[in-house]
C-alpha cells in the first residue's frame, strides 16, 4: 500500500491569503486526486491531478481557486486561493495507481481554518 | 451520474451487538463498491470493497458487506462490534474502468458509529 505524507497537518489563515497543501506519496502512482471534506459533511472531489499537464476540475471547483501542480507521479500541491471561512475544510489527497487492485489510499489530510 | 445514500446519519450500539450500516447507490453504469473508516482525528482507511465476483465482500476487523445489485445496496455488517469501531463510516462508489472517470470516488454523506460500553 501507498505511504502519503501531507503538509501542513493544520493551518490557521486570515481571509484574503493563499495556502499551499502538498502531498507526497512514498511511490510513483498513475492518479492522484483532492478531496475536500467540509465540517461535517461527506468527502467531495475537487479534482484530479494529472503529471505534466493541466489538473482536471469537478463541476463547481475552478482552476483559479485551486490551482494544482503535479511536476511528478509522487508529488502533487493544492492552493486555496484568496480564502473565505467557507474554505475552512479538511484537505485530502489521494492516490490510485492504473492496474493495480483499484483501490485509492488516503493521505491524513490537512485541516484549515480560515478566519 | 452516480450518488450514494447513506440512510443512516448515527447508530449508536451497545459493544458486542451486531450492527448494520446501511448504503445505497444510483448509477447509469457498473460501479465498484467501497467501504471506508474514519477514525477521529485521522485519513480514511479502506475497510472493503466490492468489485466482481461473490456478492459478501470480507473486510478488515471483522467487517462483511453484501452487494445487492437488485436493491442497488450495499450494506456494511459486523456481527459483534467493540468500543474501537466508533468511527465515521463512509460508502462510496466509482464508474469501472478506463476513460476519464476512472478512480473518482462518490461518497455517501458518512454514519458515525458509536458504540456503548
Known amino acids: 500500500s501507498a505511504v502519503i505524507s501531507q503538509k501542513p497537518s493544520r493551518d490557521i489563515c486570515q481571509r484574503g491569503t493563499s495556502l499551499t497543501i502538498q502531498c507526497q506519496v512514498d511511490?510513483?502512482?498513475?492518479?492522484m486526486f483532492w478531496y475536500r471534506q467540509q465540517p461535517g459533511q461527506s468527502l467531495t472531489l475537487i479534482a484530479t491531478a494529472n503529471q505534466g499537464s493541466e489538473a482536471t476540475y469537478e463541476s463547481g471547483f475552478v482552476i483559479d481557486k485551486f490551482p494544482i501542480s503535479r511536476p511528478n507521479l509522487t508529488f502533487s500541491t493544492l492552493t486555496v486561493s484568496n480564502m473565505s471561512p467557507e474554505d475552512s475544510s479538511i484537505y485530502l489527497c489521494?492516490?490510485?495507481?492504473?492496474?493495480?487492485?483499484?483501490?485509492?489510499?488516503f493521505g491524513p489530510g490537512t485541516r484549515l481554518t480560515v478566519t | 451520474a452516480q450518488s450514494v445514500t447513506q440512510l443512516d446519519s448515527q447508530v449508536p450500539v451497545f459493544e458486542e451487538a451486531p450492527v448494520e450500516l446501511r448504503c445505497n447507490y444510483s448509477?447509469?453504469?457498473?460501479?465498484?463498491l467501497f467501504w471506508y473508516v474514519q477514525y477521529p482525528n485521522q485519513g480514511l482507511q479502506l475497510l472493503l470493497k466490492?468489485?466482481?465476483?461473490?456478492?459478501l465482500v470480507k473486510g478488515i476487523n471483522g467487517f462483511e458487506a453484501e452487494f445487492n445489485k437488485s436493491q442497488t445496496s450495499f450494506h456494511l455488517r459486523k456481527p459483534s462490534v467493540h468500543i474501537s469501531d466508533t468511527a465515521e463510516y463512509f460508502c462510496?462508489?466509482?464508474?469501472?474502468?478506463?476513460?476519464?472517470?476512472?478512480?473518482?470516488?462518490?461518497f455517501g454523506q458518512g454514519t458515525i458509529l458509536t458504540v456503548h460500553p
Open positions: 448509477s447509469s453504469v457498473s460501479v465498484y
Open positions: 511511490s510513483q502512482v498513475t492518479m
Open positions: 462510496a462508489v466509482s464508474l469501472q474502468a478506463g476513460g476519464t472517470s476512472y478512480g473518482k470516488l462518490t
Open positions: 489521494s492516490v490510485q495507481d492504473l492496474g493495480g487492485a483499484d483501490e485509492q489510499y
Open positions: 466490492y468489485l466482481s465476483g461473490s456478492t
